[in-house]
């Protein structure tokens, strides 16, 4: 893979998602639970992630002979996990993560059928809202305002306490092993102190030339600095949870009024093609499957409002850039050399101008695909979604 900038920053994801085309492979578990059986019979220990229930229950008496079924021993303790089959049903896992015996799991489905529903509805949100992540990325790009001057962040870690010193009085300074005793434990304390305090110093003294060092980087982006800008979009770019990992090159040109972004996107086959569903049929959650068609819109608004969202930082925190280039591509392997090529989907100038007129109250009524049709762009994709290869903008803007 090449890149026509030398600059770059690695873009982290804030949520990974286990979701294949084979169904979902979300895993959960083990966690959270046990069961004890005993002669007494058998009790659950659960804790359900995410439902705030943890409670003690006697689910059974034991089975004919004395003896628990299973992997459940006799007066002993098994961890049960939860999870979902690929077929998207709730599994029931022993210690070793293998199924819990039908029995057992059965006893457990009933005594906990509500906090066991209400997990798998939570998996259904989450896995949902990781896949509109990523396709609605550009709703939380930030509007051009100028921003105000950057407020240094506290250093947060506590001065270390100085401690409490033992008195050698009374009968303790008469009897001298005594005091030599309290005398050498408060000088350890006083070393021990100082050590400390020490280190904290110099981790205050760290954080504060850093936090002086962003100050002024900010300041430098403000002013139109290219190195500052340099640094200071990067930093900016990185704090942001991101739904996936995303490679960026950047550059600044034209004394810091024009910036290069050349954006390395995902290929069509890693969008999630499927979208999960609570089943009328109880532990059991349904996968849709999207039509290529389908996977094809939802590919566009994915690579467009990752461009989107990056042209919209760099207007929001670099105010001297007057037009951003921004340009995604993916790569594939060369038929003729078998080595890996960039395809360029699309390439577009966007002036501060242009971007000043989209409605940033109003970004859920925006498509990313649409938007970029208002600005200077190559790009050449079908009606159904399909992208054929274009030449990005020159460097130098021709």
Known sequence: MSFRFRRRVTLAPGLRLNISKG????????????????????????????????HRTRIGGLPAGGRAAGSIASGGVADIGIALSDQGWVQLLDVTGGPLPEADARRVREAFRGPIQAWLGDEVERINAGIDRILDIHLETPPPETPGPY???????????????????????????????????????????????????????????????????????????????RGWIAEILAAIDWPRETEVAYEVTDDGRRFLLDVDLPAPVEMPS????????????????????????????????????????????????????????????????????????????????????????????????????????RRDMTATGIFRRVEPWAEAGG
Do not use: C
Request: glycine share 8%; aromatic share 8%.
């Open 151 to 229: 407020l240094p962040v506290p250093f947060a870690e506590r001065r270390p306490e100085r401690p409490s010193l033992r008195n050698p009085g009374g009968i303790v300074r008469l009897v001298k092993p005594w005091r030599r005793a309290v005398e050498e434990r408060n000088s350890a304390q006083r070393r021990a102190f100082s050590a400390q305090h020490a280190a904290w110093e110099e981790r205050r003294e760290a954080h504060q030339t850093r936090e002086a060092e962003r100050v002024e980087r900010s300041r430098g982006a403000r002013e139109g600095e290219p190195a500052a800008m």
């Open 274 to 377: 499927e979208r999960a569903e609570l089943s009328k049929r109880p532990f059991k959650l349904n996968v849709a499957e999207r039509s290529d068609r389908r996977l094809r819109e939802v590919y566009a608004r994915h690579v467009h409002g990752v461009g989107f969202r990056l042209a919209g930082e760099v207007f929001r925190h670099l105010p001297t850039v007057q037009e951003v280039v921004v340009s995604g591509f993916t790569q594939r392997i060369d038929d003729a050399t078998g080595q890996e090529v960039d395809d360029y989907l699309y390439s577009a100038r966007i002036s501060r101008d242009a971007w000043g007129k989209i409605d940033f109250a109003r970004l859920d009524a925006v498509d990313p695909v649409a938007a970029f049709d208002r600005f200077d762009l």
């Open 23 to 54: 169904g979902v492979s979300l895993t959960a578990g083990p966690r959270g639970a046990s069961v004890t059986a005993g002669k007494q019979g058998i009790y659950r220990n659960l804790g359900l992630p995410g439902t705030g229930l943890s």
